[in-house]
Each structure stands twice: as C-alpha cells, then as structure tokens.
C-alpha cells in the first residue's frame, strides 16, 4: 500500500477517519489507525494528521517512458468552430506563453480547418509557430480524424506541454490523444505552472466536487496533456506586428467512422452559452415562480448578461437545463454572477464560485450563498429586482 | 445487440458537507448512488435492449461494496453484471480506468457501449472516449437523444456549446450521454427479485490477463502531487440601509464596474 500509518507515531485521535471520502480508515484493537482496502489514494488523510503520522511509500512506479531532451515546446490545440477561432484558444495562447517563456523554448498552436489567416492571428495573440491543416476533413468536429491527426503530429514533433480547452470538442477527442499516447490527461485545470526544479507541468484541478483543490503531475510519461476551463486564463498581448512560421500539415488516410449530417443551431431568444459571458443573471427555487424569470431576462437584457439556473429552478421546469450551473450543469465564471433566490447548495457553488464577483439576493441571511458573496442584499428578490433594473435604466439613459 | 453499460459508484453528493474549520468534506457515512449520469446510461441501455432484443451487461470497477450498484442496475432491468474489483486497480487514473474496463469489454464482447458523460466526484469526462480509443471503435460524447438504431449503425443527437449536431457513427461504437436523454426507471419488483439472486462477475487483473504495472496507481500515468483548500474569496462590501438603498448602492457599483 503506497499510503500507511506510523504506527509508532498514530495516536488513534480519529481525526483521518472522518476526512476519508471512501470510508477507508478504521481505528483497530491496538488503537491505531488502519488503512483498508478501500483505499483509493486520494491522499486526504495525509494533511489532516496531527502527528505526520499518515505517510506515502513512493512506489518505484512506472519507468520514465522517455527521453526528456527529446521533448521540448509548449503546444496549444486551436479550436474553430464554422471557421472562426474560440475564444478560448486565445486564453490558451496567453497561458501558453507564460509556460514557454518559463521553459524558455517555443510555443506552437495546432490548427485543424479554418484558413491561413486564422493562423496568422493565433501568431499575433502569442503563437511562434502555427501547425495548420486546411483539409475539408475538419470542417465538422469528428473526433477520429481530430485525435489520429494530432497523435501523428505529437509523435513527430514531440512537445512537452499540450494544452486544449475544456470545451465539449476538447473534452470529447483529446482524451482519445491521451490514451493513444499512453500518457497523462488533467481535465478542467484552472491554473498551470513550472515546478522549478523537475521543469513538470503543474495542474491544479479542483477535485471532490470542488471543495479541494489538487495539484497533478505527470513526470513519467510525455507529453503532459491537459484541457482548461474557458474563461479562466487570460488573453495574452495581442501584437499585430509579431511574425511566425505556419506549417502546413497534411491529413492523409485519417480514419472517420462517424459522419456529422447537420448542425443545428438553438435559436434561443438569450444568449444561453454561459461558459462564455461576461455577466449571468442566475435564478434558483426562491422565485417561486416560472414568472420570476421574466425579471431576470430583463435584467439580462439590461446588463447584457446571460440567465442561468440552479438545478432547484430546472427540476421545477421553470427553465431548461442548457441554463443549469452546478455540479450536474454548466461550470461558469464571469466577471459578474448575480444569484437570485439561490441558497447556494455546494452542488451550486462548484459551478460559480470562481466567477470574479458574486451578487447575493435572498430573503434568507442564513443562506451558504452569502458565504461567497461579494454583495450580498437580504430581502426579497421581487421588491430588491424591480428596483434594481428601474435604478439601472435611470443611469443608463 | 449486446450492449455493455459502464457504470460508477459514487458518494451521494447531496450529503456533502464541508467542516468550516479544517474546509475539508465530511464524508463520513454519506451514502453512495450510481452516478447521476449513469442512471441515464443504463436506462438508454434498457431502450435498445428493448428495441433489439438484446442483452444489458453492467460493468463498474470499484473496490468490492460497489457491488450494491451493480446489483441496482440489475433491479432496473440490465440482465448482467461484471465487477472488476482488485488491490492491483486501486488508486488508477482516467487512463490506468479506463485501460482496465476496456480490457474486460474486450472479453465480454460488445455492440453498443454506453457510459454517462462523466462522473459527478472527478468530473473529467474522460474514461469513455479514452476507452473508444483503447478499444479502436468511433465514439460520440455528450449525446442527449437517440435518433435511429441499426444492427451497423446509430444516429444521434451530440450536444454542443451553441446547440446540437446530427451525428451518425457506424457499430460497434461508444456513447456518452447526457441527462436530457431520458427519464431513468424505477427498479420493478421482478428487477429487485432478480437484484438478489444475481451472480456477480468478478474480475481481476489475472482474469484480465493485463499486467499490474499498467493497472491501478502503478500504470496511472498522472500523479496527485498535493491537495489544498482553495483559496478564500477577495474581499467583501457590505451594502447599508434598507433594501431600495442597498439595491441603489449595488446600481452604482455596477455602474463603477463598467457593466452599463
């Protein structure tokens, strides 16, 4: 078992046992702490012990599977979606830039679909090098040619850093790159950085639904593969000035067993792609009412924002789930979150709680919402809203 | 049609409390539940079952309790169940998962593979595309309706961040799945009837025939270097009065933010 306890230092305080997710640690005869089987290594013990007493065995572990001088360059995968770049490829620039210049080598942008004048803007946002295939074959996302075309160039020209947004094309196919590669995929990681004496990617993830925050490597195996929430890194410099190479790669005999027939657009009256606004109007089960969504859209329309929901709010039907935040929805960060009539169940607050500044109306002062809140109004959300929107319309106008 | 449902036991989140003074969860006692998306799974699993006359085949790995799951499943109508449960699998990451499940699909034997679109306590989404690429079948993720079924082919509904594409896929291949798919049924009485007698499979790695080093933490290719909390919210104003002054102080704040 690569975690034990001391049991010369345990003193059967029991404190380990209730911070175990998986129910693993059991106080023997002898008083001490025992770790059993259930044991999955999430390694929460090992901080909660007041006495050091919950130790890690290294393992020797898998080999180092290569050759580290050969792997150098941080890649970004670029994503286009009808031949326009998103937004969070550029985000990906920007945090790309930053672990080039740490590592001092290059960093390249990947770019399947779209033209040669896409490329020359993701060499101004902060690309050196652009590998660029305009083949037909991407115009649709199909994740066999996406995943096949990568490994290829990843095998051919060996980066040590590969990042992609987790955003549902990235999140479907790269998983199918990592596991082709045999290496290590972190999802959804909200800050990266250079251990300064191995030079390894450092990925920080939330984990446990989001209460936790862990950090991740993958020092054996390159490259180190990981995908970033949109909208939490930030745009670097964009140079109109800067020039790089855009290489031209072919896609020959890539294998395709799916076939997209149509793309269907949801034409909803609002904005409801929320991972990319700036500002949401959230609702939950305070608003009593499929009505009282009609304030948020006016709000919404007001500030430009997006209307989100809790789960409490879908559950009812009063809105449809595309608008869910939470743990079972979408995970959001805006620069603006106003919650309205939510109390802010952690299920919640996984999906909002790194939004820049959070807005809290509710007539309950006890609720967790408040905990995270920036602003924070106690009340009732019919009197605080109308007002509100007839206070924002005077300044506007 | 044979169709395999992947499926995770996990910690009922709703449970989910956090001790403000040490800010880690208090698990203790927390029930667990398939995984929400699961459930969503293994009812799309029943529907083709029931359109092809085929057979649902469970499989979870876990350590040995996530058996109770599997036995869920089956009270819901899936007519077998596998549990890959082993020492040598603790402790594995997405690729060392998936790696092992793909192994043990391999054997059982496949047309259809089905898993939800990720599970609810690591949230990656990754064992089933990475599973499609270890098993060299096409996959199609976050699918929210079933449009057709052939005995060579499936079309469907894939979500996307702006709506949906129409995507067809030859089989066999693996679905993920959303839960605007469907409404998961109850378990019948005959379904928990049958809970009880089932035999479960178990397998290990030797079953398996895949070597230790690339099952559980040994073949993980990721490594978890350390845990924090995160860190505290910036700071907090607080806005005076009554309600119409607090919401005019909140007008002026919003207005100092540049959101007019």
Not at chain 2, 187 to 193: D, H, R, V
Not at chain 2, 201 to 229: C, M, R, Y
Not at chain 2, 236 to 257: D, F, H, S, W
Request: aromatic share 6%.
């Amino acid at each position: 078992m690569p975690i034990i306890v001391d049991r010369d230092k345990c003193t059967g305080c029991e404190t380990c046992i209730s911070v175990c997710p998986f129910d693993a640690i059991k106080i023997k005869d002898d008083g001490k702490a025992f770790i059993n089987e259930y044991c999955q290594m999430c390694m929460a013990c090992l901080s909660s012990c007041p006495e050091g007493a919950i130790i890690e065995i290294k393992e020797e572990g898998a080999p180092i599977s290569y050759q580290p001088s050969d792997y150098k360059g941080v890649w970004i995968f670029a994503e286009q979606r009808e031949g326009s770049i998103a937004s969070v490829s550029l985000e990906l620039l920007g945090a790309g830039r930053k672990l080039a210049d740490e590592l001092k080598t290059e960093l390249s942008a990947v770019l399947f679909g779209a033209d040669e004048k896409d490329a020359n803007e993701l060499i101004r946002w902060g690309a050196d090098k652009v590998y660029h295939s305009g083949n037909a074959v991407f115009e649709k996302f199909n994740d066999e040619p996406y995943s096949r075309l990568l490994v290829n160039l990843i095998k051919e020209h060996k980066p040590a850093i590969v990042l992609a947004g987790a955003t549902p094309i990235g999140r479907s196919f790269i998983p199918r790159v990592a596991a082709s590669l045999r290496t290590g995929l972190t999802a959804d990681c909200t800050s990266l950085g250079i251990d300064k004496d191995t030079g390894n990617l450092l990925q920080v993830r939330p984990a446990f639904g989001g209460n936790i925050m862990a950090t991740i490597l993958c020092p054996n195996h390159r490259p180190q593969i990981a995908t970033v929430r949109p909208r939490v890194m930030k745009k670097g410099e964009y140079n109109p000035e800067k020039k790089g190479g855009i290489i031209s790669v072919k896609a020959e005999n890539l294998i395709c067993r799916t076939k997209v027939i149509d793309t269907v657009k949801e034409t909803s009256e609002y904005r409801v792609n929320l991972q990319e606004a700036d500002i949401i109007i959230a609702g939950g089960r305070g608003l009593g009412d499929v009505k009282g969504f009609n304030l948020l859209f006016e709000l919404a329309e007001i500030l430009e924002g997006s209307v989100a929901a809790s789960r409490a709010a879908v559950d009812e039907g009063w809105i449809q789930y595309s608008h869910q935040v939470g743990q079972t929805g979408k995970t959001v960060c805006p620069k603006i979150y106003i919650a309205c009539g939510i109390s802010g169940a952690v299920q919640h607050l996984v999906g909002m709680q790194s939004s820049d500044i959070i807005i809290a109306i509710n007539k309950n002062p006890e609720a967790p919402i408040f905990n995270v809140a920036t602003y924070g109004i106690v009340g009732d959300l019919y009197e605080a809203l109308p007002l509100l929107i007839k206070k924002l319309k005077e300044i506007k106008s | 049609m044979n169709i395999v449902v992947c499926i995770k036991q996990v910690p009922d989140s709703a449970e989910v409390r956090i001790n403000p003074e040490t800010n880690t969860l208090i698990r203790d006692g927390v029930p667990t539940i398939i995984n929400p998306y699961d459930m969503h799974a293994i009812e799309a699993g029943l529907q083709i079952k029931e359109m092809t006359k085929g057979k649902v085949t469970v499989i979870t790995m876990g350590p040995p309790q996530a058996e109770a799951a599997l036995r869920e499943a089956i009270s819901m109508g899936a007519d077998d169940a596998v549990l890959l449960s082993d020492r040598a699998f603790a402790g594995a990451d997405t690729w060392a998962t998936a790696f092992t499940i793909s192994k043990a699909i391999a054997k059982i034997g496949a047309d259809i593979i089905i898993c939800g679109k990720q599970a609810i306590d690591g949230d990656t989404a990754q064992v089933g595309p990475e599973m499609a690429e270890f098993l060299d079948i096409p996959h199609i993720a976050y699918i929210r309706k079933i449009e057709d079924i052939k005995p060579d082919s499936i079309k469907v509904q894939r979500m996307m961040d702006e709506g949906y594409d129409i995507v067809e896929s030859s089989l066999p291949a693996l679905l993920t799945v959303v839960k605007e798919l469907n409404q998961p049924r109850l378990p019948s009485l005959k379904g928990k009837m049958a809970a009880k007698k089932a035999e479960i499979k178990k397998f290990g790695h030797k079953e398996l025939e895949i070597d230790e080093k690339d099952t559980g933490i040994k073949g993980s290719p990721t490594q978890v270097k350390n845990i924090f909390a995160p860190e505290a919210r910036g700071e907090r104003k607080i806005l005076t009065g009554n309600i119409e002054e607090q919401v005019y102080q909140l007008a002026e704040e919003l207005k100092q933010l540049k959101c007019l």
